[in-house]
């Protein structure tokens, strides 16, 4: 047994191809536009929203004749306005490792915008139980000592029963499957997994405040307040209308602009 804190990789993000916006603005009539937008997500963002009006520049379209010139003003207006569904075209990609899954079920209860990929303990066999624990275990002697004694007991337990089933000794990888799934329902939810997560930047703005709120589970608040520092850095545009506000020792991320 382990204790093991929750990590956060980011690990994709959208990427524009250049030739192909080159040849869309070359044909929409605006070859020259460029933009100062930090990142490709906010690049391909601040894309999809302008061509909805054909706002490159001035004249393009008889009823524009005035544009936002800079990427910041453009997302920040997109998001005051409520233009949701052109936050959605820009999509991230993280790993979320030594994660419980209790982290992991309230995760997947948001499906809108999302996708995930978690390490199945169906082909990956379970030796040591390592696990992230709580505060409020952490802080009470008493609960820690209850809390070690009874993981190192399942860890006996998932031994024991790879002994009885024979899955170091048998041949036969399905059988190994079958046995290895049926030893995992003496795990605790708490075990430390692996998940890949990904979001589109609507998705994701929704969910760090959510999920970074006081009455959200500690460990989810945790590792949704890392998601939000490391976004908030690479992708100013999309989170600058952001403030944290420390609560309980963990940041609570807000913004007026809930339902963007």
């Keep these: ?7 956060v990789f980011l690990v994709g993000e959208t990427k524009v191809i250049d030739e192909g916006l080159r040849a869309y ?6 070859p020259e536009w460029t933009s100062d937008a930090p990142s490709d997500p906010e690049l391909l963002v601040e894309v999809m929203g302008r061509l909805c009006y054909r706002s490159f520049k001035p004249g393009l379209n008889p009823n524009v004749t005035k544009i936002r010139e800079h990427s910041s003003d453009y997302l920040a207006n997109v998001i005051r306005v409520k233009h949701g569904s052109v936050i959605e075209h820009s999509m991230v990609n993280f790993i979320f490792a030594d994660v419980s899954r209790v982290f992991t079920h309230e995760l997947v209860r948001h499906r809108a915008g999302t996708a995930a990929s978690q390490e199945s303990l169906r082909f990956v066999r379970l030796t040591d139980i390592n696990l992230w624990l709580p505060s409020v275990i952490t802080e009470n002697e008493e609960a820690m000592t209850i809390m070690v004694r009874s993981v190192k007991y399942l860890e006996r337990i998932q031994r024991q029963l790879t002994k009885a089933l024979a899955i170091e000794t048998t041949p036969d990888f399905k059988k190994k499957k079958v046995a290895t799934s ?3 329902r003496v795990a605790p939810d708490g075990l430390a997994t692996s998940i890949g997560w990904s979001a589109n930047m609507r998705a994701l703005r929704h969910l760090i405040e959510m999920r970074t709120a006081p009455d959200a ?9 890392r998601v939000a520092e490391i976004v908030h850095g690479r992708y100013p545009n999309f989170f600058a209308d952001y403030s944290v506000e420390m609560v309980d ?11 963007v």
């Design 25 to 30: 603005l070359d044909y929409v009539g605006a």
């Design 249 to 259: 020792g963990l940041p609570w991320w807000k913004t007026e602009h809930r339902k």
């Design 1 to 7: 047994m382990k204790i093991v804190q929750p990590k």
């Design 182 to 184: 049926a030893i995992r």
């Design 217 to 225: 589970e500690e460990e989810i608040r945790l590792v949704f307040g």
